[in-house]
């Protein structure tokens, strides 16, 4: 009866660590990509966010009309930023990459008395 117990643990443990390890394979890292677009009223802005996040591995689309951006959250294993730019471009806008400037450490203004 012990062994049936025994038996009946560890193969309860051997299960729910396989389906915590599927689970996290499931979990996709994400990357963001902002890009300086054309866009220039609301009528533009719908026309992305209708059509964009349709594109494989596209999460999240969110759209500036004030800073003129657009910011895409995508699976890095299904598509690219050069594939997301060319989806916006195909929609008869201009997209620019807006690469991140990696901070400076000690702007000269910190050191001015």
């Known amino acids: 009866m012990k062994k049936n117990q025994l038996i009946t643990a560890i193969l309860l443990l051997v299960f729910s660590s396989l389906s915590l390890s599927a689970q996290e394979k499931n ?5 963001t990509v902002r890009f300086l677009t054309s866009i220039d009223c609301e009528n533009c802005v719908n026309t992305i966010m209708k059509n964009v996040p349709f594109e494989k591995g596209v999460k999240d689309v969110k759209c500036d009309l004030a800073t ?6 995508y699976q890095e294993d299904k598509t690219s930023s050069e594939k997301l730019k060319r ?6 806008y201009t997209a620019s990459e807006i690469k991140e400037k990696k901070k400076e450490e000690g702007s000269p203004q910190e050191n001015l008395p």
């Not at 003129?68 to 959250?73: A, L, P, T």
């Open 27 to 31: 979990k996709k890292e994400l990357k």
């Open 68 to 73: 003129k951006e657009v910011s895409i959250k």
């Open 87 to 92: 989806s916006i471009e195909k929609l008869g």
